[in-house]
């Protein structure tokens, strides 16, 4: 079964730094991956998908996510970090075969803090 | 704006009540989904519908029981809930269970007294 870790629950920079979060995961075959934010009393977006066309993937608000098979990472990133990039990020891979297709797992999330 | 539409946002509701979630989508997707998410927690998923079956059930309690009435819409019947059933409930859609994006609905707020 697949897996997915996240380093750090919480993630603290400064407004104009960069944004760095980081996903491992655990997959015996090549995964689809995702990277999904959830801002207070909502549900989640998804900022971008990895589905094994390039492993840099661009997503949406500036963040983009590089796939490593050899260290089995999936961090996402943004050059420049904004006050209202602070939410909580949800790592999830897709569960590829068996009765249990298509369901996401997730990693246990980071929240993000920007300070001015 | 999501396109995934959940009502109603919040609930509170007492053990012995009954009482529906109701989660709605216009994208044509033919996968849908409950989770509940604890907070500070990652969502868990409870069920799974594909083509209007139900496909997936996480062992969820029998308290809750989901429906799919037409591809469009998903329910969730709520029925004697215990205190620890508080939670957000979130809906999803994808366009099949194959690797594809979920898009999540703001959620139902449950507060069980």
């Known amino acids: 079964a697949q897996s997915v870790t996240q380093l750090g629950s919480h993630v603290s920079v400064s407004e104009g730094a960069l944004v760095l979060l980081r996903c491992n995961y655990s997959?015996?075959?090549?995964?689809?991956l995702f990277w999904y934010v959830q801002y207070p009393n909502q549900g989640l977006q998804l900022l971008l998908k990895y589905t094994s066309a390039a492993t840099l993937v661009k997503g949406i608000n500036g963040f983009e996510a590089e796939f490593k098979k050899s260290e089995t990472s999936f961090h996402l990133t943004k050059p420049s970090a904004h006050m209202s990039d602070a939410a909580e990020y949800f790592c999830?891979?897709?569960?590829?075969?068996?009765?249990?297709?298509?369901?996401?797992?997730f990693g246990q999330g980071t929240i993000l803090t920007v300070h001015p | 704006d999501t396109e995934v539409t959940q009502t109603p946002k919040h609930l509170v509701m007492g053990m012995t009540n009954k009482k529906s979630l109701k989660c709605e989508q216009h994208m044509g997707h033919r996968a849908m989904y409950w989770y509940k998410q604890k907070a500070k927690k990652p969502p868990e998923l409870m069920f799974v519908y594909s083509y209007e079956k139900l496909s997936i059930n996480e062992s969820v309690p029998s308290r809750f029981s989901p429906e799919c009435p037409n591809s469009s819409l998903l329910n969730l019947h709520l029925h004697a809930l215990q205190p620890e059933d508080s939670a957000l409930y979130l809906c999803?859609?994808?366009?099949?269970?194959?690797?594809?994006?979920?898009?999540f609905g703001d959620g139902t707020r449950l507060s069980i007294l």
């Open positions: 999803a859609s994808s366009q099949d269970t194959f690797y594809q994006p979920q898009h």
């Open positions: 999830a891979v897709s569960d590829l075969g068996g009765t249990s297709y298509g369901k996401l797992t």
């Open positions: 997959s015996s075959v090549p995964p689809y």
